[in-house]
């Protein structure tokens, strides 16, 4: 049943006045040109939704930031048909083993491995595996992707303002809801009116900013600058295996970490007081000296690289930090990325949360525009990833206490859990657990609320490789066929991945909706998730 008319999903652009003004009218309008920025552009757009991103950068910055992607997170993109150029662009094999270790210099002769418990990443309960690449390799990948799917990707273009005309009331029938974000760009050059916001616009956020939206949890730790640099430190390293190296000199607090497979482009970081020295202060010779000495290599040569095409920009400035947003959104605009939430790098969970914040909007933005849904089911976006967050922020400073001291955070449950085995408990899922404990991958067994199990089927496929545009009814007999076909959704075999009898009802971001033993109560369900709100 479709709930109130379709609103547009494709946009226009047409000049307003004399003196050039233009309006965009899209149904989605993303701010912030980034992983997450990009991946919420590509996930909309292979639903039929069009959009725009607005990024204020020239282009894409060169520092690498996020290392990996987790399985969870490859799982998304093998749906979206982006794992070959993901592994294509990766820095090691499928066999890499993400090895960080602490020491005084990257010369000394033995590194300490972090106090953490050996973790599986869920690889095993999964078709793929964790996914070498760097950020900013990603995001070209995106950025084309993007393009290729007709997305109007515009760099350098600032967001200036946006205000809502009418607060959106999840509780109201779409057939009276025609309101919408309105947004200025570099001044007022440009306007858009759009459906929808979405806030990908990082740490800072001046959009979660305006709406005036707080921060819960420690706030920022410190502040770090960043450089790519040239440097051969292969006699430091002396053939050992180094992911991330967490060192004490220059001081406590600084990494550097492998930007190719030859030894000689690396990342170097360090902590920096922000009221007593500016980045500028850090000249090419400046870091070059702190390079030597995190190295231990006092006479090597090196060599910082410009980090934004275009620019002479050589080292960044960035904190870090913890913080998540008391809310994800507020009216029609979303908070996704490190706009919704941030923590320390240690874990690599930062990334993967926000793409996969991106992939739980996605989907239910498309039901909406398209009229399938009410708006209220955008609601279960800050009820499902806001308490996924607050878990994995708390794993993320675990894990921070273990490798860069002192080592008295949260206890570390399984990464696997916190990568793989979150579960939400929402309106949008019928019959979830109370009790939402991340859980191991292996243990995934079809319960409402969890990433849908996977089976291999062989020749390099699995049952999860169904899911990512609509729901999909999994289980065997005619009758389930039936009750799928009967509502316009697909339907596949379980390959043994359902209980005889029963079946699943998978959204489109592979999580269980439903499960149940009747093929008349799938279209209750179905119906519920969409409508009752």
Same mark, same amino acid.
């Given at each position: ?21 233009? &309006? ?6 993303? +701010?912030?040109?980034? +992983? ?91 078709? &793929? ?30 967001? &200036? ?28 050059? &440009?306007?858009?009116?759009?459906? =929808? ?104 040569? +090196? ?77 279960? =976006? ?152």
């Amino acid at each position: 049943m479709t709930i109130r008319r379709e609103r547009p999903t494709d946009q226009s652009e047409h000049p307003t006045d004399q003196s050039g003004r233009t &309006t965009i009218q899209t149904p989605v309008l993303i +701010v912030g040109g980034g +992983v997450t920025g990009l991946s919420s552009a590509v996930f909309l757009a292979e639903h039929g939704v069009a959009c725009t991103v607005v990024e204020r950068h020239p282009d894409l910055l060169i520092h690498p930031r996020a290392r990996g992607l987790t399985p969870r997170t490859m799982e998304i993109y093998r749906q979206s048909g982006l794992e070959p150029a993901i592994r294509a662009a990766a820095f090691a094999g499928d066999d890499f083993v993400w090895a960080p270790v602490k020491a005084e210099t990257l010369n000394d002769e033995v590194y300490e491995e972090p106090d953490e418990p050996f973790e599986g990443d869920g690889s095993a309960a999964s078709p &793929t595996s964790f996914g070498p690449i760097d950020q900013d390799k990603l995001e070209i990948l995106l950025r084309d992707r993007a393009r290729e799917l007709g997305v109007d990707v515009r760099f350098g273009t600032e967001l &200036t303002s946006f205000e809502q005309d009418l607060e959106q009331d999840l509780e109201q029938d779409l057939e009276q809801d025609e309101g919408g974000v309105t947004a200025q760009l570099d001044g007022g050059e &440009t306007t858009v009116r759009a459906d =929808y916001l979405i806030a990908a616009d990082g740490f800072h956020s001046p959009i979660r900013t305006a709406l005036g939206i707080e921060l819960d949890g420690p706030g920022t730790l410190f502040h770090t600058i960043t450089a790519i640099v040239d440097a051969d430190l292969t006699p430091a390293v002396r053939g050992r295996s180094v992911g991330t190296a967490y060192l004490e000199r220059p001081q406590p607090f600084t990494i550097i970490m492998a930007h190719d497979t030859d030894g000689k482009r690396w990342v170097f970081g360090t902590g920096y007081d922000p009221s007593r020295e500016s980045v500028e202060d850090f000249t090419d010779e400046r870091v070059a000296g702190m390079v030597r000495a995190a190295a231990g290599l006092p006479e090597v040569a +090196v060599t910082l690289r410009p980090q934004v095409p275009g620019t002479a920009l050589k080292v960044l400035g960035f904190p870090i930090g913890a913080h998540i947003a008391r809310r994800y959104s507020q009216g029609r605009v979303f908070l996704v990325g490190d706009a919704a939430h941030a923590w320390p790098p240690t874990g690599g969970l930062g990334a993967n949360a926000g793409i996969q914040d991106a992939h739980n909007l996605a989907w239910k933005l498309a039901e909406v525009l398209a009229g399938r849904a009410r708006p209220g089911l955008l609601a279960t =976006y800050d009820t499902e990833r806001r308490p996924t967050g607050a878990v994995t922020l708390q794993q993320a400073m675990a894990r921070f206490g273990a490798r860069m001291g002192p080592g008295d955070g949260p206890e570390i449950i399984d990464y696997g859990a916190v990568s793989m085995g979150y579960r939400y408990d929402s309106a949008a899922v019928i019959g979830a657990d109370e009790d939402t404990t991340p859980m191991l991958p292996a243990d995934l067994d079809g319960r409402p609320g969890s990433r849908a199990p996977h089976a291999d089927l062989g020749g390099g496929r699995s049952t999860l490789d169904r899911y990512g545009r609509g729901f999909v009814v999994v289980g065997d007999g005619a009758g389930w066929e039936k009750a799928a076909l009967d509502l316009g959704i697909d339907s596949a075999p379980a390959h043994g991945t359902v209980p005889d009898g029963q079946a699943l009802l998978v959204r489109p971001d592979g999580f269980v909706a439903w499960r149940g033993s009747e093929p008349a109560a799938l279209a209750d369900a179905l119906h519920s998730i969409r409508t009752s709100f």
